[in-house]
């Protein structure tokens, strides 16, 4: 996605409406609703419907968390495009020639009320993948003092992947998505070139052989609307395209991929140190001894 890095410096119009997708699923009915906000320069979208929610209409329901695009909680369709609610400036969506915002939930997802959706199928999809490292020896992988090597370019061919927030836009934007419950889709696919690439991970067959069906890449049609729509600049379609080149050689016998050996043993951390006079802690208490508690959260108090 092309972002306006001199966005949050531009004025907005004084004043936006903005026009809400509004779902009740107890009456099974969906309607537009259109609420005047008075902005300012450097608000967000999801800044305004705040806004909206907490002093003008308090039933509006929508999903967000960080509010700093990590971690993907409010995507939205904005203006007929998805995005991050948190992510995008009021000052790049509305003009003083058209002051006027239109926010709808994500396509492709079943909506549950107004702009919140449902990611269950998204996230069956990404589980089916084996989104982790998987090794042949499973002790290797948990009792080992050691790394994998991996060689700066092999690092260089998956890191763009690993950014992936599991936002949703990409399925949000995928016509194929849009067309059948089958496809895997952009986000998935993505996490299984990103393995198939890693050198650690030696299920590469395994993982090739999976997505060798209709609902694997070869159902991609490539319009790249999944990659143009990327908050994090990933680029899943690129992704896809390796995938289908890699079953291809790997249906003839000519795919070849290094399995990183171990490496280490891992540094060994050193004793702490003592504290300085100057840093006692406080008496009766000992930070050592509070290190090794393990971490109670008061669930009764959350709730």
Known sequence: MSFDPKAATKIPPKKVTFRIKRF?????????????VETYRGMTVLD??????EEID??????????????????????????????????????????????????????????LTDFTK?????????PYLLRKDVNERETGDYEYEMLPEEHYN????????????????CPVVA??????????LAYVWRYVADPRDEAWKERLEMIDTEEGPFSCHYAASCSAVCPKMVDPGA???????????????????????????????KPRKDLPPEAKPVDGVDPWAKDQEPVKIPVEKLI
Request: with cysteine; charged share 30%.
């Open 24 to 36: 009740n699923p107890e009456e099974d009915r969906e309607w537009w609703e259109d609420y005047e």
């Open 48 to 53: 305004a419907l705040l806004k909206i929610k």
């Open 58 to 115: 308090h039933t509006i329901v929508m999903r967000y968390s960080c509010r700093m695009g990590v971690c993907g909680s409010c995507g939205m369709t904005i203006n007929g495009m998805p995005r991050l609610a948190c992510q995008t400036q009021v000052a790049e969506v509305a003009s003083d020639g058209k002051p006027v915002v239109t926010v709808e939930p994500l396509k492709n997802h079943p909506v549950m009320r107004d702009l």
């Open 122 to 130: 998204f996230f069956d999809k990404h589980r089916r993948v084996k």
């Open 158 to 173: 998956i890191y763009e992947y690993t950014l992936c927030i599991a936002c949703g836009l990409c399925y949000s934007a």
């Open 179 to 188: 067309s059948t419950d089958r496809f895997l889709g952009p986000q998935a």
């Open 239 to 269: 992704a896809i395209q390796r995938l289908r080149s890699a079953l291809i050689k790997y249906r003839l016998g000519l795919y070849k991929k290094r399995i990183s050996k171990k490496v280490g043993p891992m540094e060994e951390r």
